[in-house]
């Protein structure tokens, strides 16, 4: 069958920015309430443009929080994220590696700068995904994968541009990453006049960030901190890079299942909603490792 281009549903070009806890200065380019529920499984992804920070005596971050029915995926561009968690998982990624953390029933972590960063200071850029869990996986046990850079494949497109692979594959090339749903996340680092171009199944959640230059995906144009969200309709992107851009794309099979979500839980039902916050505040996803915030958000 023959390819046809997927129309753009729109262009994010004016997302609010705002702390979260005193590490991460986001811009919410996706939310879960809004354009989250056309793009699921992408259900959030928050953006921390390049900034810088100075040196600084303790590290900042958000402190421990809840989690239940998603993943995070929790990408460093530049600088260094430490995790650590109820189920006793802990890691750090520096600049390319990816955290991804299945909250599944339930669990407690805390998400800062590295203690390598905070002493330092320097350039920061991140980007955190939040990915649906199926139903009959939204009570999976926790899980925890760190990657670093050299680890994730990266493919030569041209002479001059790359694509790296977070999750998924490409042309026989898979990342360590794990998922529980079919879906591609890749960086796409392309040189100036360059096009490039994927095709997908019918009715895939598709997206693409810019973190640098400008792009036109499907006729339409992009600037840097941009996010272009694709209708469901259509099975094939077209990537046109006029300057050298650096953009993070995705796309995966949609979950065709109702979802409610509110703060850090995403659930199928009000009732599963409710049951979480229960289950949170009677201490079931285990003992809090130190002060949460929920109290502060809620």
């Known amino acids: 069958m023959k390819s046809s281009l997927k129309p753009v549903l729109q262009v994010v070009s004016d997302a609010k920015r705002f702390w979260v806890g005193n590490g991460f200065k986001v811009a919410g380019m996706i939310n879960y309430n809004k354009v989250g529920k056309h793009l699921n499984p992408f259900l959030v992804l928050d953006y921390n443009a ?45 600049k390319g590696g990816v955290q991804w953390m299945t909250s599944g029933s339930g669990i407690l972590h805390e998400e800062r ?83 490039f171009e994927v095709d997908m199944p019918e009715k895939y959640s598709a997206g693409i960030l810019v973190r640098r230059g400008r792009i036109n995906a499907n006729g339409t144009e992009a600037e840097k901190e941009n996010l272009v969200i694709f209708e469901r309709d259509g099975t094939a992107l077209k990537i046109e890079s006029p300057v050298a851009s650096k953009s993070l794309l995705f796309f995966g099979q949609a979950i065709e299942e109702p979802f409610v979500g509110k703060g850090p839980f995403v659930m199928n039902t009000e009732d599963e909603l409710a049951q979480a916050f229960k289950d949170y505040k009677s201490g079931k996803f285990g003992p809090v490792p130190g002060p949460s915030v929920l109290d502060n958000v809620f």
């Open 50 to 94: 390049p900034m810088a920070f100075e040196p600084e005596p303790s590290p900042k971050g958000i402190k421990f929080h809840p989690h239940r029915g998603i993943e995070t995926v929790t990408i460093s561009y530049d600088g260094g994220v430490t995790h650590c968690d109820s189920t006793g998982h802990s890691g750090t990624i520096t």
């Open 113 to 195: 700068h590295s203690d390598e960063f905070a002493k330092t200071g320097g350039p920061f850029e991140m980007v955190q995904m939040w990915i649906n869990l199926p139903k009959a996986q939204k009570f999976t046990d926790p899980k925890y994968q760190v990657v670093q850079a050299p680890a994730l494949p990266k493919v030569c497109i041209s002479d001059k541009s790359s694509l790296r692979i977070i999750a998924g594959q490409y042309q026989g090339f898979s990342s360590p990453i794990s998922t529980f749903t079919p879906m591609n996340i890749w960086d796409l680092d392309l040189a100036a006049k360059e096009t």
